[in-house]
């Protein structure tokens, strides 16, 4: 190891069983388990599925992810493994309008609101706190279902979100 290596301090948390629940170096950054992340997207074809008004965004294809199995394709919801700051990104085109009323919803709870006029294009970053097991969904409720662009193209992955736990 280097001199700055040898350095960092590091934190084991431990369960109440005795065995390692977490590990933190002396910089804050989680060495155990792995950084819980998920990349997912509308999976399919070039293509403009519809998603009717107060619908979950149907994400349904896992693109990446690290620290577990926490992206539940069958209900598009993302299950926080760690309690945490997480980092949500968001980008998705849409096809033909130009409104969208946007939510990101914890444990179906609305916690943040996006809206757009005159674009198809929407993209955000956003941090959020929450406690292990509460979970991340999208909805919207723009009035009439709105045709999100999909293609799992590795070059070509226009409606994403991804979910990271950064500390």
């Known amino acids: 190891l280097s001199n700055h290596m040898s350095n960092l301090l590091v934190q084991n948390i431990k369960h109440t069983n005795g065995t390692t629940a977490q590990t933190i170096d002396s910089a804050g950054r989680i060495l155990y388990p792995a950084r819980p992340h998920a990349l997912v997207d509308l999976g399919g074809d070039a293509s403009y599925p519809a998603v009717a008004d107060g619908a979950t965004l149907p994400f349904d294809n896992v693109v990446y992810e690290t620290g577990g199995s926490n992206y539940d394709t069958s209900n598009y919801r993302y299950v926080a493994p760690i309690t945490g ?4 990104c968001f980008s998705t085109i849409l096809e033909g309008v130009t409104t969208l009323n946007l939510h990101l919803r914890v444990n179906s709870g609305i916690v943040h609101r996006w809206y757009i006029a005159d674009a ?13 097991n509460d979970y991340f969904d999208l909805s ?3 009035g009439a279902s709105r045709n999100f662009y999909q293609d799992s193209t590795p070059t070509n992955r ?5 979910y990271t736990l950064i500390g």
């Open 85 to 88: 700051l997480y980092q949500i």
């Open 120 to 132: 198809r294009h929407m993209t955000w970053t956003l941090m959020y706190y929450v406690n292990a």
């Open 140 to 142: 919207h409720d723009t």
């Open 158 to 162: 226009y409606t994403t979100v991804s």
